[in-house]
């Protein structure tokens, strides 16, 4: 997520009532997740484990629970709860904004667009031309959808990421600044759901065509002329590149990786990245090829066992 205009360092430490290090007149432009993190922007760490990638990461400021060595060129947020922290930036720069009418007033239609009845349109959501919206489809704040979109009957566009941390009075979520963003030509079928980022986008690439009863996780990335069958559900920041093939119940864990050109058959797990150019199959995930040779194997097991006696 980017500011609309740069703030001090000093700034944001009073925001969240922090102390700080660093230059008072340190230049903030933004806040991000480790993964899509930039110069200039926040990231948060609250965990010792993570405290070297968090401060050898790309972000000029972390927003840490211990104090620690500045590292040169950055600057530090210290925080006793970075987590409460970092939502709390969020609600500052990106608050909730309700919506009195069915399509929102600041909401852009391009020309040729068809709207269907029952369709929620939210705040500065943008749509291309030529698009047709179905009924019952519910579009968050501030997607965007490119040219000759199809998203059909019930499909929601940008809810909240599913991230949380377990306190002992029970889960706390980490709110959403993110969006969703679908480029064109990209069909998306009934009763699909797409989180937007935490504080970067969802995105899904040009030509890609998704079945009915999907679900997107948050942050996840989806290149361009994919296929993905019903009732496939991707975790939160996968990257799926260029012509991916996902047969249908498919399921992912987050931050991996499926290469382009792969083909991930019906009720894979797909538990670790994978490259591209070929077929997989299974839980956990393996070369189709090897896992059925695998399959064919155990199914001779009785006769072994027999001519043993």
Same mark, same amino acid.
């Given at each position: 997520?980017?500011?609309?205009?740069?703030?001090?360092?000093?700034?944001?430490?009073?925001?969240?009532?922090?102390? /700080?290090?660093?230059?008072?007149?340190?230049?903030?432009?933004?806040?991000?997740?480790?993964?899509?993190?930039?110069?200039?922007?926040?990231?948060?760490?609250?965990?010792?484990?993570?405290?070297?990638?968090?401060?050898?990461?790309?972000?000029?400021?972390?927003?840490?629970?211990?104090?620690?060595?500045?590292?040169? =060129?950055?600057?530090?947020?210290? %925080?006793?709860?970075? /987590?409460?922290?970092?939502?709390?930036?969020?609600?500052?720069?990106?608050?909730?904004?309700? %919506?009195?009418?069915?399509?929102?007033?600041?909401?852009?239609? =391009?020309?040729?667009?068809?709207?269907?009845?029952?369709?929620?349109?939210?705040?500065?959501?943008?749509?291309?031309?030529?698009?047709?919206?179905?009924?019952?489809?519910?579009?968050?704040?501030?997607?965007?959808?490119?040219?000759?979109?199809?998203?059909?009957?019930?499909?929601?566009?940008?809810?909240?990421? /599913?991230?949380?941390?377990?306190?002992?009075?029970?889960?706390?979520?980490?709110?959403?600044?993110?969006?969703?963003?679908?480029?064109?030509?990209?069909?998306?079928?009934?009763?699909?759901?797409?989180?937007?980022?935490?504080?970067?986008?969802?995105?899904? =690439?040009?030509?890609?065509?998704?079945?009915?009863?999907?679900?997107?996780?948050?942050?996840?990335?989806?290149?361009?002329?994919?296929?993905?069958? %019903?009732?496939?559900?991707?975790?939160?920041?996968?990257?799926?590149?260029?012509?991916?093939?996902?047969?249908?119940?498919?399921?992912?864990?987050?931050?991996?990786?499926?290469?382009?050109?792969?083909?991930?058959?019906?009720?894979?797990?797909?538990?670790?990245?994978?490259?591209?150019?070929?077929?997989?199959?299974?839980?956990?995930?393996?070369? %189709?090829?090897?896992?059925?040779?695998?399959?064919?194997?155990?199914?001779?097991?009785?006769?072994?066992?027999?001519?043993?006696?």
């Amino acid at each position: 997520m980017k500011f609309k205009v740069a703030h001090t360092l000093r700034e944001i430490a009073s925001i969240i009532e922090c102390k /700080f290090v660093g230059s008072e007149t340190f230049p903030i432009f933004g806040m991000n997740e480790i993964h899509v993190v930039e110069p200039g922007d926040i990231v948060f760490v609250d965990h010792p484990k993570y405290y070297d990638k968090a401060l050898q990461s790309k972000a000029s400021i972390v927003l840490i629970n211990k104090e620690v060595a500045c590292p040169e =060129g950055k600057a530090l947020l210290i %925080s006793e709860d970075p /987590f409460r922290d970092f939502n709390l930036l969020t609600k500052y720069f990106s608050p909730f904004k309700n %919506s009195n009418n069915p399509i929102s007033d600041t909401a852009k239609i =391009g020309e040729g667009t068809i709207i269907q009845p029952n369709t929620f349109i939210g705040n500065n959501v943008e749509i291309g031309n030529n698009c047709i919206i179905h009924s019952n489809v519910s579009i968050y704040d501030n997607t965007v959808i490119g040219d000759n979109v199809i998203i059909h009957a019930g499909t929601i566009l940008g809810a909240d990421a /599913f991230y949380y941390k377990k306190r002992p009075e029970g889960f706390d979520q980490l709110l959403s600044g993110g969006r969703v963003v679908i480029e064109s030509n990209v069909g998306i079928g009934a009763l699909c759901t797409i989180d937007k980022g935490v504080t970067g986008d969802t995105k899904i =690439g040009e030509g890609t065509k998704i079945d009915n009863q999907v679900h997107v996780g948050h942050d996840t990335q989806i290149g361009k002329h994919c296929l993905i069958a %019903s009732q496939t559900g991707i975790a939160g920041c996968v990257v799926i590149e260029d012509e991916v093939t996902l047969w249908g119940q498919v399921g992912t864990t987050s931050g991996i990786t499926i290469g382009s050109k792969a083909v991930i058959l019906g009720q894979t797990g797909v538990t670790k990245s994978v490259e591209g150019g070929k077929t997989y199959f299974g839980t956990p995930i393996e070369e %189709s090829r090897e896992k059925l040779k695998q399959l064919a194997n155990i199914k001779k097991i009785p006769e072994i066992l027999s001519k043993l006696k």
